[in-house]
């Protein structure tokens, strides 16, 4: 429930903010959906990064990665944060070792952080 009423006020925000800055109506879908996203995959996310500097991955993450961002939900969102978290599934689904990968999941969750911020969504970490 709490998660609902934190997307729906990130959404409405950002919605707001970007009408009053003359934006085309795919780029207000593009900014909400990023907010909406962006508040309900911080946990999974920082769950993620977490366990990647930990070395404890599986395939139970994975599953959650996959489920949280499916290519329905990365149709909607901006190309740069769709890109950052197909890159990300890309990254918990390989075949690399959790050592490889740890810098790669890092750069990337940093980069997602940073684009949420851009829509008004700030990580707690």
Known sequence: MLSSMRILLASASIVSVLALSACSPEELVSAAADAAACTAMESTL???????????VDSGLISQVDALIGEQVRGVL????????ADLLAIVDSNESVDTAKAKVEALTASIQEKCSAVGVEFSN
């Open 46 to 56: 920082t769950a993620t990064a977490a366990a990647y500097q930990e070395g404890l």
């Open 78 to 85: 901006s190309s740069s944060l769709s890109q950052d978290l």
